[in-house]
């Protein structure tokens, strides 16, 4: 059973930093396609940023220069660092493999 559990979510700044961590397992960790996806207050749920096995990386244009995303496959663990946090940036954020989709980690950025 694929099993996927977002924490490091919560309350920070603007211009704050948070770093989101996934643990995975139930799957061969090391040669999956992995995302981060988010959903706003509202909203639909819309990719933040994904992850070759090999470690290519890609990011929606609102993440891209503020978000890192990295793997561990030693670990199956999957990060999302999270910098220069804007109150846009508000929302629940899942990671994923291919359908599944854990249980997500509130981010809420206020001031």
């Known amino acids: 059973e694929v099993q996927l559990q977002a924490s490091g979510g919560g309350l920070v700044q603007p211009g704050g930093s948070l770093r989101l961590s996934c643990a995975a397992s139930?799957?061969?960790?090391?040669?999956?396609?992995m995302t981060w996806l988010r959903q706003p207050p509202g909203e639909e749920i819309e990719l933040v940023a994904s992850i070759r096995p090999e470690g290519n990386t890609n990011y929606a244009d609102s993440a891209k220069g503020r978000f890192v995303i990295s793997r561990d496959n030693a670990k199956n663990m999957l990060y999302l660092q999270m910098n220069s946090l804007k109150p846009e940036d508000t929302a629940v954020y899942y990671c994923?493999?291919?359908?599944?989709r854990g249980q997500g980690t509130q981010v809420t950025v206020s001031s």
């Open positions: 994923s493999r291919s359908s599944a």
């Open positions: 139930g799957f061969t960790f090391s040669s999956s396609f």
